[in-house]
């Protein structure tokens, strides 16, 4: 029974070390396919004031180098709104 348990250990040691060495390889075909290929940056963060303000959205992604000309600088200010009368 003894040489039965540490055959059957030897065994599930030699699977575990050859799905390991399964996983690493797969690991090494993944960074080298990342390197092939090119991942773009995320676009950065903009606001409507301060450094990343309109005036500033084009230096941010030249995507942007329209952005904040044509624009409309409509400000709602919620606090000064006055609801509607409800037509119960």
């Given at each position: 029974?003894?040489?039965?348990?540490?055959?059957?250990?030897?065994?599930a040691n030699d699977k575990a070390v050859d799905e390991l060495v399964h996983l690493q390889r797969v690991k090494d075909l993944l960074v080298e396919l990342k390197?092939?290929?090119?991942?773009?940056?995320?676009?950065?963060?903009?606001?409507?004031?301060?450094?990343?303000?309109?005036?500033?959205?084009?230096?941010?992604?030249?995507?942007?180098?329209?952005?904040?000309?044509?624009?409309?600088?409509?400000?709602?200010?919620?606090?000064?709104?006055?609801?509607?009368?409800?037509?119960?």
């Amino acid at each position: 029974m003894q040489t039965e348990v540490k055959k059957f250990q030897s065994e599930a040691n030699d699977k575990a070390v050859d799905e390991l060495v399964h996983l690493q390889r797969v690991k090494d075909l993944l960074v080298e396919l990342k390197k092939q290929v090119p991942m773009e940056e995320a676009p950065k963060h903009w606001s409507y004031s301060g450094e990343t303000g309109p005036e500033h959205w084009a230096e941010l992604d030249s995507k942007y180098e329209t952005c904040g000309k044509l624009s409309s600088r409509l400000q709602i200010h919620p606090s000064s709104h006055t609801p509607a009368k409800s037509c119960s």
